[in-house]
C-alpha cells in the first residue's frame, strides 16, 4: 500500500516532516545555549572593564547640620532639661543648564569567540548652577537653625570604573580637583557611585554671595554599548556624533534630530526639567527609597535619554529566526521531491525523503557553527552553498537525471534565498513569509488542480528505477 498509495506516501512524508523536528528543536536548544554564552561574555567583560553607564548629573551636594533645642518636662510640666540636638542633613542644587557635546568611539572587545562592543565617550560639559538661597532649605524640627557647609561639585556615574584618565574641572574659571565618591549620598541612591571636587576659591566666593556658579567639565567614559543620560538641569542639551552606523535610541525623550549613515549618526536632544521626573526620582532614593529596586538597578527605571551601539546582526537571533523555517523548509523540499516522483512516475523511498530532511536540518547547524567564525552572510553563503551541492548531487542519482536533480537544487537555492531575504528584511518579515507560503501554495494547488488522486492511489506499481532502495516485486509473487 506504502508504495502504491499516493495518499499513504504524503501521510508518511508528513510523520518524517514531523521527526526531523527533533534534530531542529535540539539546534535550536544549541542556539539558545550559545546566545547565553554570548550574554554570559558580556556580564564577565562588564564585571572586569565596565558595563552599561548611566550619567546622573553634575549637580551641587551641599551637607548642613540642622539644629534645635529639645525641651525636656518633669512631672508638673516645668521645664527640666535643655538639650541641643542635631542630625545631618543634605541639600542638592540642580544645574540651570547643561549642554554637553560628546564624541562616541566604538570599541570591540573579545571574550574567547564572543564579541562585545564598547565605546569610548570623549565628552565636554558645560553649564551653570543657580544662586543659592538658604531659605530653600526645608526646617524638619521646629525653631531649629542651620550650619552651613561649604558644598561639593558631584557627578554620579552607574560604573566609576569606566572614567579613563583625569577629568578636567573648571569652577567660575578656576580649576577644581576631583577626589572619590560623594559624601552625603544615601547607600543604593543613584549618587551613590561617582567622584565629587570640593567648590572653593572664586567658586565658592560666588557661591556665598549667592551668584550663579559656572562650570566647565571635560571627562572621557568608557562603557558597555548603552550610553543613559539622566536629565537633570531646567534644560539639558546633548549632542552626540560616533562612526558606529547602527544606533538605538530610547528612555523616556527621544533625539529632536538625528542623522544615520553609513558612515556613523548624529544625534542631538533638548529636555526640560518641567517634563522630567529625574530630580524627583535623585530626591526620592536620597531619602531612602531607591527607584531602581524594581528595575534592579538598570537605566529604564530612572527618567533618562538613551543610545546603544547596537550589533546590526546578531548572529544568535539571526540562526534563531532561520531555525524557525526549519519545518517549513523540510516540508517545501520534500513536497518538491514528492511532485518529481508523482508526476515523473519514479519511486522513493522513505529513507531517502529522510536522508534529503536531515540535509536540510544540517544547514542550520552549519550555519551557526560558521557564523561564530566569520560575517553571517557569508556563513549563510557557504551553509547554503554546501546543502544545494550536496542535494543536487543526491537528487541526480536518485532522481536519474543531472537536470532534474540541478532544477531541484536550483529550487531549494531559491527557497535559501528567500528566507536570506525574511532575515535581512526584518520589517517586511511576516509579510514575505505569508507571501511565499500563499505563493507555494498557490504553485502546488495549480500543479496539481487536474490530478485523480484516488486513481493514483489505486495505479498499478510503476516499473522500479535502477539504483532506487525499493524492489519491485514479481505479478506472480
Known amino acids: 500500500m506504502l508504495r502504491n498509495s499516493a495518499l499513504a506516501k504524503v501521510a508518511l512524508l508528513v510523520l518524517i516532516t514531523i521527526v526531523l523536528c527533533i534534530p531542529l528543536a535540539q539546534i535550536r536548544g544549541l542556539i539558545d545555549e550559545r546566545g547565553g554564552s554570548q550574554l554570559q561574555a558580556a556580564h564577565e567583560l562588564a ?46 542644587v540642580f544645574p540651570e543648564k547643561v549642554d554637553l557635546k560628546g564624541r562616541m568611539a566604538p570599541q570591540e572587545r573579545y571574550r574567547g569567540i564572543f564579541k562585545v562592543l564598547f565605546y569610548d565617550l570623549d565628552g565636554a560639559w558645560k553649564g551653570s548652577f543657580p544662586a543659592f538661597d538658604p531659605a530653600a532649605l526645608a526646617h524638619t524640627e521646629k525653631d531649629s537653625t542651620f550650619e552651613l557647609q561649604p558644598p561639593v561639585f558631584a557627578f554620579g556615574l552607574q560604573d566609576v570604573r569606566g572614567i579613563q584618565g583625569a577629568p578636567a574641572l573648571r569652577l567660575a574659571g578656576e580649576t577644581a580637583k576631583f577626589l572619590p565618591r560623594i559624601p ?8 551613590a557611585r561617582g567622584i565629587h571636587a570640593p567648590v572653593a576659591g572664586a567658586a565658592l566666593q560666588a557661591w556665598e554671595r549667592r551668584e550663579p556658579v559656572a562650570f566647565d567639565m571635560k571627562m572621557v567614559i568608557i562603557g558597555q554599548e548603552r550610553l543613559s543620560i539622566a536629565p537633570l538641569a531646567d534644560e539639558t542639551t546633548t549632542h552626540l556624533t560616533s562612526t558606529w552606523p547602527h544606533p538605538s535610541f530610547g528612555g523616556q525623550f527621544l533625539a529632536v534630530q538625528r542623522t544615520v549613515t553609513d558612515s556613523g549618526f548624529e544625534a542631538s536632544w533638548a529636555v526640560s526639567s518641567l517634563v522630567s521626573s529625574a530630580r524627583k526620582q535623585i530626591l526620592a ?95 549563510y553563503t557557504a551553509a547554503a552553498g554546501a546543502s544545494v551541492l550536496l542535494l543536487m548531487v543526491y537528487f541526480s542519482a536518485v532522481l536519474k537525471g543531472w537536470k532534474r536533480g540541478v532544477s531541484l537544487a536550483g529550487y531549494v537555492a531559491l527557497l535559501y534565498g528567500t528566507l536570506y531575504g525574511l532575515l535581512a528584511s526584518e520589517n517586511n518579515a511576516l509579510l514575505l513569509g505569508a507571501l511565499l507560503l500563499f505563493g507555494m501554495l ?11 488522486w484516488y486513481a493514483l492511489s489505486g495505479r498499478d506499481s510503476p516499473a522500479p528505477m535502477s539504483g532506487s532502495m525499493s524492489t519491485a516485486v514479481p505479478a506472480s509473487a
Open 47 to 92: 564585571a572586569s572593564h565596565a558595563g552599561p553607564q548611566v550619567v546622573v548629573g553634575p549637580l551641587l551636594v551641599m551637607p548642613y547640620v540642622e539644629r534645635w533645642t529639645e525641651v525636656e518636662l518633669n512631672d508638673k510640666g516645668q521645664v527640666k532639661a535643655r538639650i541641643a540636638r542635631s542630625k545631618p542633613m543634605t541639600h542638592l
Open 184 to 191: 552625603g549620598a544615601a547607600d543604593g541612591s543613584w549618587l
Open 285 to 379: 532614593s536620597q531619602g531612602g527609597r531607591d527607584p531602581r529596586a524594581a528595575g534592579a538597578g538598570q537605566a529604564d527605571a530612572l527618567d533618562s535619554f538613551d543610545v546603544t551601539l547596537a550589533q546590526p546582526l546578531n548572529v544568535y537571533s539571526q540562526s534563531t529566526r532561520a531555525v524557525k523555517y526549519g519545518a517549513l523548509f523540510v516540508a517545501l523540499v520534500l513536497m518538491a521531491a514528492f511532485m518529481f516522483e508523482l508526476f515523473k512516475k519514479l519511486r522513493l523511498h522513505p529513507v531517502q525523503y529522510a536522508l534529503v530532511g536531515l540535509a536540510i536540518a544540517l544547514f542550520f547547524l552549519l550555519l551557526l557553527a560558521l557564523s561564530e567564525k566569520v560575517e553571517f552572510w557569508l556563513a
Open 442 to 452: 498557490a504553485l502546488l494547488m495549480i500543479a496539481t488542480r487536474r490530478v485523480d
